[in-house]
């Protein structure tokens, strides 16, 4: 939303936008480009509700989603994904070792699910 906001100007095209964004269940860029991180996913520039999920939410309430919504749901994504290519991708999910994670993140979790680790900056 942060994105599409600096696109969109008026609270009504905002209101369009999200009625589209929660009827496919989109969190955050991640959930609508491919899986490097570079381009859309052309199946969300349909005019027709995803019929998966890209994250574990619960999605309560599904809008009405008019044509107009879906108008400003793809000039707005036009916007954010030129020539349906983001202009700086998203960065790597997958790191080669421990070494990176533990330079990268400052949670994570054990991979038995156990411990959930929080990681000081060093001062």
């Known amino acids: 939303m942060d994105v599409a906001a600096d696109f969109l100007t008026s609270k009504g ?38 019929e998966g999920s890209r994250n574990d939410f619960y999605w309560p309430v599904k809008h009405h989603v008019s044509p107009s919504d879906y108008t400003v749901w793809r000039k707005t994504l036009e916007f954010i994904f030129p020539n349906e290519h983001l202009l700086a991708p998203l960065g790597p999910w997958i790191m080669d070792t421990n070494a990176d994670w533990l330079a ?13 680790y929080y990681q000081d900056s060093p001062e």
């Open 13 to 50: 095209d905002l209101k369009s936008f999200n009625r589209v964004r929660m009827m496919h269940g989109v969190v955050s860029l991640s959930d609508i480009t491919t899986a490097n991180g570079r381009s859309i996913d052309r199946i969300f520039l349909a005019s027709s509700a995803f």
């Open 104 to 116: 990268h993140w400052e949670c994570f979790v054990t991979a038995d699910g156990e411990f959930l």
